[in-house]
């Protein structure tokens, strides 16, 4: 990904987080200007690869997915061996972390409406749409002609939606 806009003469030939195809690889060829790109060794991110800096996966020939895994591929490369100790997977299925997800399940069908004054947009691990709980989230469930009160634990990611039909046993929130 580019990291600034490249000019020909006057003219913009390529922007700021556009991908470096093949076809604007050979234009750049000819090009005498530096051109500055994106890269994971120069993102001031100390916990995660922000997606522009990361680029495309070569596992599915795309821009990474807000979430995905990096680097396994190329520690796979290396071998078994190679994988365990760069990887630290050892036989697990994934990155080792020793965190463990606790979801809370609604217990009945109905209709739910969280106070949404204490809870504020954010994503899931894996990129879909979800709300930081602030404190401690009453919930109201609506069903038939039954109202349910709830509580989500403070600092949950909500799943769901404001008058959003839900159903027993379905998740609705990430402790």
């Not at 604007?24 to 100390?46: D, E």
Request: hydrophobic share 35%.
């Amino acid at each position: 990904m580019l990291a600034d806009n490249i000019y020909w003469d006057v003219r913009c030939i390529a922007t700021r987080n556009q991908d470096i195809g093949d076809e604007l690889a050979s234009n750049l060829v000819a090009s005498t200007q530096p051109i500055h790109i994106r890269s994971p060794l120069t993102c001031k991110s100390i916990f995660w690869i922000r997606q522009l800096r990361y680029g495309w996966s070569l596992a599915h020939h795309n821009l990474v997915e807000l979430g995905e895994a990096v680097g396994i591929i190329a520690g796979q490369s290396i071998g078994e061996p190679g994988t365990q100790s760069t990887s630290r997977t050892f036989h697990t299925g994934g990155v080792s972390t020793g965190d463990i997800a606790e979801y809370v399940r609604i217990p009945f069908n109905g209709l739910i409406n969280p106070d949404e004054r204490s809870v504020y947009p954010t994503r899931t691990r894996h990129g879909h749409p979800a709300w930081m709980c602030r404190n401690e989230l009453p919930i109201l469930i609506k069903s038939h002609n039954n109202i349910h009160n709830f509580t989500i634990p403070a600092q949950s990611l909500l799943m769901i939606r404001n008058d959003q039909y839900v159903e027993s046993q379905q998740i609705i929130a990430e402790v």
